[in-house]
């Protein structure tokens, strides 16, 4: 199994930048595709972006042109470029990996993002 630990949130003003980045260790990082969720108060958890291990990348629409998924293979590492921040990106923001294998799914611990002024 992958372990994930989650770094780079904090608070930032609206239209400031964060980056998110997440380490997996535990297992071949080729294995997974990588994903970022966000969680807001009271919401449910949603896809924000995945990546595979070849770099192809999907965002949700509402981080489309702002948003930018990345990762280094070599340091087992996905990042979450985050610019032009909104108030309404504010959340807890997980890292996925998903095992291609079999379909299971691992979580981070989570990483707290407030926009705010």
Do not use: H
Request: glycine share 12%; proline share 3%.
């Amino acid at each position: 199994q992958v372990q994930l630990v989650e770094s780079g949130g904090g608070w930032v003003q609206p239209g400031g930048s964060l980056r998110l980045s997440c380490a997996a260790s535990g297992s071949i990082f080729s294995a997974y595709r990588m994903r970022w969720y966000l969680q807001a108060p009271g919401k449910q958890r949603e896809l924000v972006a995945d990546i595979t291990y070849g770099g192809t990348t999907n965002y949700a629409d509402s981080v489309k042109g702002r948003f930018t998924i990345s990762r280094d293979n070599a340091k087992n590492t996905v990042y979450l470029q985050m610019n032009n921040l909104k108030p309404e990106d504010t959340a807890v923001y997980y890292c996925n990996a998903l095992r291609l294998l079999d379909g299971r799914e691992y979580w981070g611990q989570g990483t707290q993002v407030t926009v705010s002024s």
